[in-house]
C-alpha cells in the first residue's frame, strides 16, 4: 500500500551532477519527515539529508554538506536530492524512506526500493 519509488540515479564523471527523485503513494505525504539514506557495498547505511514535513527545515550530513540539497513537493507527493560536484565515494544505491522527525530512524515499511549512482575519477 505505501509506495515509494526512486528514480534519477546514473553514472557520471567526478565533478558531475544528478537530480534525484521520489514518487510516494498510499499515505498522506505531507505528515511526515522524509530522507534519503545510502547504502555502499561493504559499508554501513548512511543518513545523508533529511527535510521536516513542511520544508522549513534541512538536515546534511557532514560529507555532503554544501554539495547537495534536499527538497520536497507536498502537492504533487515528491521527494528530491540535488547532488552536485559528485565524487567517486558517493558512489552508492540511494534511497528516500519516511522518518520520525529529527532522526534518521524509518517507519517500518516506509522505504524505496533504492537508485544506484555512480562516479567514476
Known amino acids: 500500500r505505501v509506495q515509494l519509488v526512486e528514480s534519477g540515479g546514473g553514472s557520471v564523471q567526478a565533478g558531475g551532477s544528478l537530480r534525484l527523485s521520489c514518487a510516494a503513494s498510499?499515505?498522506?505525504?505531507?505528515?511526515?519527515?522524509m530522507a534519503w539514506f545510502r547504502q555502499a557495498p561493504g559499508k554501513e547505511r548512511e543518513g545523508v539529508a533529511r527535510?521536516?514535513?513542511?520544508?522549513?527545515?534541512?538536515y546534511y550530513a557532514d560529507s555532503v554538506k554544501g554539495r547537495f540539497t534536499i527538497s520536497r513537493d507536498n502537492p504533487k507527493k515528491a521527494l528530491f536530492l540535488q547532488m552536485d560536484s559528485l565524487k567517486p565515494e558517493d558512489t552508492a544505491l540511494y534511497y528516500c524512506?519516511?522518518?520520525?522527525?529529527?532522526?534518521?530512524?524509518?517507519?517500518?515499511?516506509?522505504w524505496g526500493q533504492g537508485t544506484q549512482v555512480t562516479v567514476s575519477s
Open positions: 527535510i521536516y514535513r513542511s520544508n522549513t527545515g534541512t
Open positions: 498510499g499515505y498522506t505525504f505531507s505528515d511526515y519527515s
Open positions: 524512506a519516511a522518518i520520525y522527525t529529527g532522526t534518521w530512524d524509518v517507519r517500518p515499511g516506509y
